[in-house]
Structure formats: C-alpha cells, structure tokens
C-alpha cells in the first residue's frame, strides 16, 4: 500500500482502532467486533500475546475488509516481522530515522509519534504524512489539537489517547485529520467478559460521531 492509498483510506474512514489484549483469542475477537461494528483500520499492539500470528490472522480473515497494522513498534525487528506477518502499516510511539527509513525498504508506511510542535514539526521534515499526536488527553485534547493545526496548516495529525466518543466532533472540529480509539473503545470490562457485542456497539458509534458511512 502506497503512501497516498494509506492516506486516503484515513480520510475516508476517519478511525484507527488501538488494540492491545491479554490473549490472541481475545485480540482476534475484539479486533473483529469492531470491524462488523464498521472500524476498517485495526492497530495490534506488539504487547499482545501473540502478536504476529494476530496481525496474519486478521489479514486472512478480514484482508478484503479491513486494513490491519501492528502498534507500539519500537525496534526493527518487530517491524521486519510484522511486515511479514502482512502488517499494512507500522505504528511508531515516537519518532525515529532509522525505523523510518526500516519501514520504507520494506514499503510499508510508516505512521510517526510525536507530540510538542518540535516533534511533530521534525517528524513531518522525516516525510510523515501522518502523524501521531500522543497522549492528546494529557496536554489538552481538542483545544491542543487547535493550537497546533492553526500553525502548522497542512500538517496531518492523528490524535490519540483516551477519545471519548463524545469528543469526537470536537477534534474534528480542532483540524484533526484522524482519530485513534484504544481502551474507550476496547473496554477492560469488556475485554475480561467477552463482551464482543457491547465492543461492536461501541465502535459503531464512534464511526457514527465520526461521520463515517458503511
């Protein structure tokens, strides 16, 4: 997937899910409660349990419906894995040349953390079309996200870190490109009790706040 389809399929769908499990069974459960709830870009993080087999499980199952990466990447090896694990993009918590330039000789995309104007300003220099801002909640949510984007015009930023559906046209609002949803949208409680259902209904709402259409 080229640079230019990735960012399409964002701005089209507005949403990436952040999900992080205590099984692989639970991950590929949740993972596919919130594609039938209508989230089309799923985010595995590498501190689930089984991680790989996760992200190649998923692409097998959903590959024509959704788009699946791999999150919390920190060293090349995990990237060199997940890619062969068929991982469609590489989430980074921060940014960092080297695993840039990993991601693009193995022509995966890579989607870059940061967060001051600094970071995010040196990570949009490192060729991020898209960038993380992370953890949004902590340093303002929304009324960050519009501090930023009334200086750095043109500059994408996904904002992450405890969206709450009801903040959701808010950042949007602000000038946020994207949104990622993690723990609002993959509840512990829910986790714990195999409540696929409620993690469905949930995501279907947020694609709602979102103004996304199936």
Known sequence: MTDAEFINLVDKNRIIAFLRADS???ALRAAEAAIIGGI????????TPGEFRVIAE???RFGDRACIGAGAVI?????????????????LPF???QLIDACRRRRV????????????????????????????????GAQYIAALTSRMNGIRLLAS?????EDVADYFSAGAFAISVGKRLFTKGDLQNQN??????RARGYRLQAGVSL
């Open 24 to 26: 692989a069974n639970t």
């Open 40 to 47: 089309k870009i799923i985010e595995v993080s590498l501190e």
């Open 58 to 60: 998923l692409g097998r």
């Open 75 to 91: 060293h090349e090896e995990q990237i060199d894995r997940a890619v062969k694990s068929g991982a469609e993009f590489i989430s």
């Open 95 to 97: 940014t960092n040349n």
């Open 109 to 140: 995309f890579p989607l870059i953390g940061a967060l001051t104007p600094t970071e995010i300003f040196n990570a949009w220099l490192a060729g991020a079309s898209l960038i993380t801002v992370f953890p949004v909640s902590q340093v303002g």
């Open 161 to 165: 870190g405890n969206v709450a559906p």
């Open 196 to 201: 696929y259902v409620a993690i469905a209904e």
